[in-house]
T-cell receptor, first 116, second 114 residues
Framework: AQSVTQLDSQVPVFEEAPVELRCNYS??????LFWYVQYPNQGLQLLLK??????LVKGINGFEAEFNKSQTSFHLRKPSVHISDTAEYFC??????????????FGKGTHLIIQP | ETGVTQSPTHLIKTRGQQVTLRCSSQ?????VSWYQQALGQGPQFIFQ???????GRGNFPPRFSGLQFPNYSSELNVNALELDDSALYLC?????????????FGPGTRLTVT
């Protein structure tokens, strides 16, 4: 069975500074990887996904992530954050059909706090 | 194109009662999944429905059940509510793109069990 570890429960960053949110996964098979963002009192919005091919994936709102198979990591980065990026970020993994009948396995989330 | 909608937004129930939560899929999506998100945790997969049949299930007891209707809307039913069932319940409708199901989440229903 797969699992996801988000190494930081909370990350404070100053506005316009770069940020990295860390995610490690464990799985015995090939995986599909996702990052979702959740704003207060809202559902989840897909930021980006890795399915295959290039290990550097670009998503919405200026975010990108790099898949590292040897380190089983999928860290999320943004070169310059804004106040509006304050939210909860979830890393998720899926084996097999990529979020089909086996669903997605989520990490516990990282709360990104942007300080002015 | 309308997104995924869920109702009600909030709900308060008493331990032992039963509850039904509703979800309308995004237009064109024929697969729906339900997730439970406890406070401070990531969502956990409950089950998925495809063409009105349960297609996959996470580690949840049988008192969690569901339905999917011909218009692809869905219900989540929970019987004999327990205090630990208090959570945000998220519905996600899926569009298969190649080998992957891209999941689009609704805003959730906040269930409080007292």
């Amino acid at each position: 069975a797969q699992s996801v570890t988000q190494l930081d429960s909370q990350v404070p960053v100053f506005e316009e500074a770069p940020v990295e949110l860390r995610c490690n996964y464990s799985s015995s098979v090939s995986v599909y990887l996702f990052w979702y963002v959740q704003y207060p009192n809202q559902g989840l919005q897909l930021l980006l996904k890795y399915l295959s091919g290039s290990t550097l994936v670009k998503g919405i709102n200026g975010f990108e992530a790099e898949f590292n198979k040897s380190q089983t990591s999928f860290h999320l980065r943004k070169p310059s954050v804004h106040i509006s990026d304050t939210a909860e970020y979830f890393c998720a993994v899926s084996e097999g059909s990529g979020g089909g009948a086996d669903g997605l396995t989520f990490g516990k989330g990282t709360h990104l706090i942007i300080q002015p | 194109e309308t997104g995924v909608t869920q109702s009600p937004t909030h709900l308060i129930k008493t331990r032992g009662q039963q509850v039904t939560l509703r979800c309308s899929s995004q237009s064109g999506h024929n697969t729906v999944s339900w997730y439970q998100q406890a406070l401070g945790q990531g969502p956990q997969f409950i089950f998925q429905y495809y063409r009105e049949e349960e297609n996959g299930r996470g580690n949840f007891p049988p008192r969690f059940s569901g339905l999917q209707f011909p218009n692809y809307s869905s219900e989540l039913n929970v019987n004999a509510l327990e205090l630990d069932d208090s959570a945000l319940y998220l519905c996600a409708s899926s569009l298969r793109v190649g080998r992957v199901y891209e999941q689009y989440f609704g805003p959730g229903t906040r269930l409080t069990v007292t």
